[in-house]
């Protein structure tokens, strides 16, 4: 552990070792102390600086410590040379030791040397008193390093207070420290959200992240896969080196002190107001200084222990018999109507351990709380401990539901199949449902298998057994919204799903306005705009889309407590209106100020990354997707609670194809052929079009372009507008001139700066108009749109040349160059260098794509549905084209159309 504490302890900390550093030097200092608790680095800090001592000037280490802090001069034995007893030596005579060895007569440059008092907090008054004197008089510069519990010696605070020592305070890390740590020693790409994830449960110590990563590869939660650091699930844990580290982060820490964190530990989170009714107030506000509890801002105010390892420790520390006192005296938290999610799980699974009872009621709310916490552990826990006949079908559910995220698909099938909803309440027969249709489409069922989950719920429903006042009809004056009047809301949220997947978006559209608009069940009407805000990306609209979701998102925020991830569904939702219109800076703050909760951050990973890849794929940005969206395929395959997987892998593999790594292009659809499920229709067909688009660098072009016709035609009978607008953009990226006539009624009828970016490429290519290429060149570089806007230069410039417009087209040539700098090797045919004089047919283009990915003449007619006869007559013809006698001469070839695979 010490090894890995010196080689990575003080990445993403390199300003406060530059700051510490440059205040050694500052010749009106006599040093520095920097202050902060146990495993944040302060050791690991002194021992970085000593690198930057000029040889010359010595360094020695002095450590304080509890054992010698009522012996005079104990801690500085190492360094004395008297033979007499350390105690019986007078000031004078250790001052004179220390000179004859840190300055002797003989040394011919007099730089102070440097003393590293370690756990100064420790060190005995005469010492401190030495050692400053020491200082005083130029001999030495000092490094003092303390907690600030127990105070340093009042010597050190005194020049601190006189102005010859600065002060550095040595905190958490930030998110982004840590992932600096996390990245230095894994040696890799990491999942920001793992990095995350340790750093919390580490309460931002260097010391505990280290330790946790460790553990958690041991463990086998901490993995690589394909180049790419993730966390497969993660629960703190403790062993005994934690133990120790946590020990010894509470040394010298009052009995006061010790109760009030072990109180907070076995309850948390629990309100202020509860905590000073059985603490004193000073007390709670010493441990929060001291970076030892966390005081939330909310209106609640809960208290939780600074992090969870510190938390896991004082609850393994405390005897049995104690934490049952505790319990006892902690179980008027849970007695108001509503208590906070986290404290009703931890007090169940506290109950557990003691063998207390508590009533089924809590427990299955604890279950479920503890579900959409995505805690599958504490939920099984609960829901197996439920054990009236009258609760077995709501703990079935539950147990169900871990099991699902747990990766237990057909257990949790299983579960639900016999379920019956005799006895059962409103919220297990809601969830059961619910449950049954997600695992419907996990494992590839079809939309209408969940109409059939919609209407059997919907019996249910009728038949009176879950009566509910608030699914009363809703007012529609002009009737077309056919509503059951008894009919719950929340099966016709199922049944409106089904007809989205089915592309059946006209027929959802009003039903979903009315049920968004409702204000009688929050929790449908929440749901209900998440689907309408997909629903209107989805058609086109996409800024109406933002403005939709911005609405709720708020008040989704507010409301976590339920366990359907309502609040992270809608953010996803609101991040793609705001990708597809265009608002890179309003997604930038989007992203920035995603809070997900700390138990679903890992279960949401993969999501954030498509996102980013996302953006990046229509900027033109093909580099930085492929990281984005490698990160998110690792991800999703651990979680996709959105079923995005097929999505990013299909934009991973078009990614690929455009910067001239096909090698990456077949794995990735094979990848995708294996996905059993497809996600939203909308999402599935642009999926399959970035598929189709991306064989082309394997096939060429013509059968992708015939692909992307036929998806084009189902997203328009659809009404998929944002899709169908993807599909014909694809195609004409890859020369199918037929797409411009459409794009343009398409642009005319989106939303959003990417629809008018390519309307206006779209009319001036039509009008072939090289101005108009130019200026809408300008619109979509500054709407950040990099590759549509070297698309229409690289549009303008034969324009431009067959106008004899020389000085123009070299200005527009100049341009052109510099736009592809900005695009990561991204190619694409507009981009090619119009020089070319090379005229070949799109089928002798394909031919010749096949040719340099290596495929033989008869593979190339069996994929090509073409006699090998015919083949052979293309090459000759080619050959005779590009002035070349043999097909290893193409890979040689000047033919900016055909895409370079590097296979050759």
């Not at 907090?121 to 008193?129: K, M, V």
């Not at 986290?342 to 169940?348: A, K, Y």
């Not at 297990?428 to 109409?451: K, N, Q, Y």
Request: charged share 25%; glycine share 6%.
């Amino acid at each position: 552990m010490e090894t890995r504490v010196r080689a990575h302890g003080l990445a993403g900390q390199e300003e406060l070792l530059t700051l510490v550093s440059t205040a050694l030097g500052d010749p009106g200092r006599l040093g520095a102390l920097v202050m902060g608790g146990a495993g944040f680095g302060k050791t690991a800090l002194a021992r970085a600086l000593e690198e930057f001592r000029e040889p010359a000037a010595g360094s020695s280490w002095i450590t304080g410590r509890e054992s010698l802090t009522k012996v005079p001069y104990g801690a500085l034995v190492p360094l004395l040379s008297h033979d007499a007893p350390v105690e019986t030596l007078s000031a004078a005579e250790v001052i004179a030791a220390l000179r004859a060895r840190l300055a002797p007569p003989a040394m011919t440059v007099k730089l102070p040397a440097l003393l590293i008092i370690d756990d100064a907090h420790h060190l005995d008054r005469p010492s401190a008193e030495v050692l400053a004197q020491l200082a005083i008089t130029d001999v030495a510069r000092l490094l003092i390093l303390a907690r600030p519990k127990p105070a340093p010696p009042a010597a050190f605070l005194a020049m601190w207070h006189d102005g010859l020592l600065d002060r550095f305070d040595a905190g958490p890390l930030s998110d982004e420290q840590a992932h600096a740590v996390c990245a230095s020693v894994l040696g890799g790409e990491v999942l920001p959200a793992a990095s995350t994830t340790l750093a919390h449960a580490a309460g931002g110590s260097p010391l505990f992240l280290l330790a946790l990563m460790e553990r958690a590869q041991r463990e086998g939660q901490l993995v690589q896969r394909n180049g790419v650091w993730l966390l497969r699930t993660f629960r703190p844990t403790v062993d005994a080196a934690i133990i120790d580290l946590v020990r010894e982060q509470l040394l010298g820490r009052t009995t006061a002190e010790l109760e009030v964190l072990e109180r907070v530990a076995l309850a948390e989170p629990v309100p202020l107001s509860w905590l000073y009714l059985a603490c004193d107030a000073g007390v709670i506000d010493t441990l929060e200084e001291d970076h030892l509890l966390m005081v939330s801002t909310e209106a609640d105010r809960m208290v939780r222990t600074a992090s969870p390892v510190l938390g896991e420790v004082l609850r393994h520390e405390v005897p049995t018999a104690r934490s049952r006192s505790i319990l006892a005296t902690a179980a008027d938290i849970l007695q108001s109507s509503q208590p906070h999610p986290d404290s009703l799980i931890r007090f169940i699974n506290w109950s557990i351990d003691c063998g207390t009872p508590v009533s089924e009621k809590s427990l299955l709310r604890a279950a479920r709380y503890a579900n959409g916490r995505f805690d599958s552990v504490s939920a099984l826990r609960a829901a197996h401990a439920v054990l009236a006949s009258h609760h077995q079908a709501a703990a079935r559910v539950e147990v169900a539901h871990a099991h699902f995220h747990l990766g237990n698909l057909s257990r949790a099938s299983g579960l639900l199949t016999d379920f019956s909803a005799a006895g059962a309440d409103k919220a297990a027969i809601r969830r059961a449902h619910l449950l049954t249709a997600e695992l419907h489409l996990r494992r590839g069922g079809s939309p209408a298998g969940l109409e059939k989950i919609a209407s059997d719920w919907r019996d249910v429903e009728l038949l009176g057994r879950m009566p509910d006042s608030a699914d009363a009809r809703l007012a529609d004056p002009q009737g077309t919204i056919a509503i059951p009047e008894r009919a719950g809301t929340g099966s016709q949220l199922l049944d409106v799903h089904a007809r989205m997947l089915q592309g059946r978006v006209a027929e959802a559209e009003p039903i979903l306005a009315a049920l968004a608009a409702a204000t009688s069940d929050e929790e449908s009407r929440l749901a209900a705009t998440v689907l309408l805000t997909e629903l209107l990306t989805a058609t086109g609209r996409p800024a109406s889309a933002a403005t939709t979701a911005a609405k709720e998102l708020n008040r989704a925020a507010l409301e976590r407590g339920s366990s359907d991830h309502t609040y992270e569904f809608l953010w996803v939702r609101a991040a793609m209106a705001l990708l597809r219109s265009g608002a890179w800076e309003k997604l930038d703050r989007h992203l920035a100020d995603f809070r997900p909760s700390e138990t679903s951050r890992l279960a949401f990973a993969g999501t954030v990354h498509v996102i980013e890849g996302a953006a990046a794929v229509q900027q033109g940005l093909m580099g930085k997707a492929s990281r984005e969206l490698a990160c998110a395929v690792e991800a999703l395959n651990e979680s996709d609670p959105d079923q995005l997987l097929p999505y990013a892998l299909a934009m991973a593999a078009y990614a690929a194809s455009l910067t001239a790594r096909s090698d990456r292009v077949g794995p990735l659809l094979e990848q995708l052929k294996r996905v059993p499920y497809r996600g939203t229709e909308h999402l599935a067909l642009t999926a399959d079009g970035y598929a189709a688009a991306s064989r082309a660098v394997l096939f060429g072009a013509s059968t992708s372009i015939g692909e992307l016709r036929a998806l084009a035609s189902t997203a328009s009978g659809s009404g998929l507008t944002t899709a169908e607008r993807d599909l014909r953009e694809l195609a004409l990226r890859l020369g199918d001139t037929v797409q411009l006539k459409p794009l343009q009624l398409l642009a005319a009828a989106s939303e959003g700066a990417e629809a008018d970016c390519v309307g206006a490429y779209v009319r001036a290519v039509l009008a072939k108009d090289a101005p108009g290429l130019i200026a809408a060149s300008t619109k979509a570089d500054r709407a950040g749109y990099l590759l549509l806007a070297g698309e229409c230069l690289g549009q303008a410039l034969p324009l431009l040349q067959k106008e004899e417009d020389r000085r123009l087209a070299r200005t527009v040539n100049q341009q052109l160059r510099l736009q592809r700098a900005k695009l990561e090797g991204t190619t694409t045919q507009q981009l090619g260098q119009q020089d070319d004089a090379t005229e070949l047919t799109r089928r002798e283009r394909d031919i010749v794509t096949m040719v340099i990915n290596g495929h033989t003449n008869r593979e190339i007619a069996t994929h090509s549905s073409l006699s090998i006869r015919t083949v052979e007559g293309h090459l000759y013809r080619i050959f005779t084209k590009l002035g070349i006698n043999r097909r290893e001469e193409l890979s040689r070839a000047d033919i900016t159309s055909v895409r370079r695979t590097g296979r050759n």
